[in-house]
């Protein structure tokens, strides 16, 4: 008899738990809308050259390559701002 009621509260306990999981309505989830201007290119121009000049910094990088790279991501950014420009109207 112990063994039943044991089994009983089990199969209820279970049924408790797993039944908001399984059985409640689904919420669906959706994306907000996209913004007219991305700006993640963009930040990760400016992190590239923001690590950049911390690398400098501490001496890991030499004059030379730190001015190459410099003027790469500079490039890159001033070109990815161009084009955003270009595109927003």
């Known amino acids: 008899m112990?063994?039943?009621?044991?089994f009983l509260i089990i199969v209820i306990s279970v049924v408790a738990i797993a039944y908001p999981?399984?059985?409640?309505?689904?919420?669906?989830?959706?994306?907000?809308?996209?913004?007219?201007l991305d700006?993640?290119?963009a930040d990760s121009w400016l992190s590239a050259?923001?690590?950049l000049e911390d690398d400098f910094a501490l001496g890991r990088l030499s004059k030379p390559d730190y001015q190459?790279?410099?003027i790469f991501?500079?490039?890159?950014?001033?070109e990815w701002q161009?084009?955003?420009?270009?595109?927003?109207?």
């Open 21 to 36: 999981l399984f059985w409640s309505k689904l919420q669906s989830y959706e994306l907000p809308g996209i913004t007219e």
């Open 82 to 89: 161009k084009n955003s420009e270009n595109t927003r109207y």
């Open 68 to 70: 190459q790279q410099k």
């Open 2 to 6: 112990i063994w039943l009621f044991m």
């Open 49 to 51: 050259l923001s690590d």
């Open 39 to 41: 700006f993640s290119q």
């Open 73 to 78: 991501l500079q490039r890159g950014y001033l």
